[in-house]
């Protein structure tokens, strides 16, 4: 059964730092581009951030410099390392792979940025 759970979420202050895990099992995850997608409230789900297979990244204009997507494929993990968090980040930060054949999404995790 194939799974990505996300970790790492909580509550900060503006300003404050957060690392994200996307663990996955049933897969290997080096062969999945990686992306990170995040969900306000009553809003349509945004995209974040991606990882290929090869390590290209590329962000969304609003997170770019302050985040980080990276991948350890022997962990079995991609993070999303995010700096100096703005209330406006505050949402459900979704996990999500896509194979040659497949998709998966994780759960979600919740960051709540207030002061």
């Known amino acids: 059964q194939v799974q990505l759970v996300e970790s790492g979420g909580g509550s900060v202050q503006p300003g404050g730092s957060l690392r994200l895990s996307c663990t996955a099992s049933?897969?290997?995850?080096?062969?999945?581009?990686v992306n990170w997608y995040r969900q306000f409230p009553e809003k349509e789900r945004e995209w974040v951030a991606y990882i290929t297979r090869e390590r290209n990244t590329h962000y969304h204009t609003s997170t770019k410099g302050r985040f980080r997507i990276s991948r350890d494929n022997g962990k079995n993990v991609v993070y999303l390392q995010m700096n100096d968090l703005e209330v406006e980040d505050t949402a459900v930060y979704y996990c999500h792979a896509r194979g040659p054949e497949f998709v998966y999404w994780g759960q979600g995790t919740q960051v709540t940025v207030s002061s």
């Open positions: 049933g897969i290997n995850i080096s062969d999945y581009v």
